[in-house]
């Protein structure tokens, strides 16, 4: 059983992609036509957000979503201390420096008690991120930043259809993203990503940086790129056939997003009374304008490594998310943090594995990774 399938998904669609394939092919236009101009339309109707430019991956619609809202080098970014790792590359590939904060465990995202003890002199920029279900508490961040005068981007990459007080995720600052990763909840037949933003400017400026920094429509716009101003441009443009196939799925998103929220129901019903298991997600939203997305189904159990090796054992693939908390990641060991200093990161980073989950699952399997887990969590219990 595999932690992820999109295959019945594309036998469903596939007479729908096949056409818009088609129209790819004899468009002649491969990259940065009129398939991404679509969805980019169909993304503002979605998300509510004025402007939506699509891009090569959420991982370069973090960085230019950061530079467009003018980060400077050296500036600081605070992040969660527990995310993909994206989360703080994008900070420093923008020329930034990553300030960790520790998360709130319910949420699984930034604390904000936390973020208003990390803001240092050097932070100008705080970026949330929502992750698996459910968001980061925008009301009580948004109120750190204004305090601080931090601006405020958001890591929505795993967030599409996520909402608080009504407003999508990405758009409760000054722009966010999305990841359309295949694994992701919508998900393409390979990378591509998307900015979202309310700010003409910022729309203006990723427009602008994700095609060399090009304005117009001929070589002669492309701007002087001295090192003072510093804003040169990259390819990072999204392919049509990417655009194409993210079309036809977003007609299906709403009802895989229901179904989703039914598995995640089945599992969390299954689970409950499972001893061993520290955390389950949360499967009612605490108000009615808010919406969760059940983009994977994680628990939290102190024996996960050797859960994890038992269901492999029994053909039942899983993910850890993530087994390593940012400021422990060799790339920022230079940056000195000390094991417990993000005590609730540390615990999600040991705890946490994400099961078999996606809108195509057989109600059958999931039975039997509730089964498999109940049984193995009894026994170690009672030997360990
Ligand atoms: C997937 C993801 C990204 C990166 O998106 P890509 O499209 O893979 O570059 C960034 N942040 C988070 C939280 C993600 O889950």
């Avoid at 790819?24 to 430019?53: N, P």
Wanted: aromatic share 6%.
């Amino acid at each position: 059983m595999p932690f992820f399938s999109q295959v019945a998904t594309f036998e469903q669609l596939w007479p729908t992609i096949e056409n818009a394939l088609e129209d790819v092919f004899r468009s002649g236009k491969f990259s940065h036509g009129q398939q991404v101009g679509q969805l980019e339309t169909a993304l503002t109707h979605y998300t509510g957000a004025r402007h939506v430019i699509g891009v090569n991956s959420g991982t370069d619609a973090l960085v230019l979503l950061l530079r467009a809202c003018g980060l400077r080098p050296g500036d600081g970014v605070l992040v969660p201390a527990y995310s993909f790792f994206a989360t703080a590359s994008a900070v420093v590939l923008a020329g930034g420096h990553p300030e960790f904060v520790d998360i709130d465990p319910r949420t699984h995202a930034m604390d904000p008690a936390a973020l208003d003890a990390a803001v240092t002199p050097r932070s100008r920029f705080v970026m949330p991120v929502h992750l698996f279900h459910t968001m980061a508490d925008m009301a009580a961040i948004g109120a750190v930043a204004r305090r601080h005068g931090l601006t405020v981007v958001e890591d929505s990459a795993e967030a599409i259809g996520m909402r608080r007080h009504g407003v999508h995720a990405g758009l409760h600052g000054a722009g966010g993203v999305l990841s359309f990763f295949p694994s992701k909840t919508l998900g393409a037949l390979g990378d591509a990503g998307a900015v979202l933003t309310d700010d003409p400017q910022v729309a203006d400026t990723v427009a602008a940086l994700r095609h060399h920094g090009r304005t117009g429509r001929t070589l002669n716009d492309f701007p002087a790129i001295s090192t003072e101003s510093a804003l040169p441009g990259v390819n990072s443009k999204m392919d049509d056939i990417q655009a194409a196939v993210l079309l036809a799925k977003l007609t299906v998103l709403e009802e895989q997003i229901a179904r989703r929220a039914e598995l995640a129901a089945a599992y969390t019903a299954r689970l409950r009374d499972v001893p061993g298991i520290v955390r389950l997600p949360r499967t009612t939203a605490e108000r009615p304008d808010d919406r969760d997305v059940h983009y994977v189904y994680l628990i939290e159990t102190e024996h996960r490594d050797a859960l994890v090796a038992h269901l492999d054992g029994q053909g039942i693939g899983t993910e850890v998310y993530y087994p390593l908390p940012l400021p422990h990641q060799p790339a920022f060991a230079h940056l000195g943090h000390r094991p417990g200093a993000f005590p609730h990161a540390e615990a999600a980073a040991r705890r946490a594995v994400a099961l078999p989950f996606h809108p195509d699952l057989d109600p059958g399997d999931l039975d039997r990774v509730c089964d498999t887990i109940g049984s193995f969590l009894a026994t170690t219990r009672t030997t360990a």
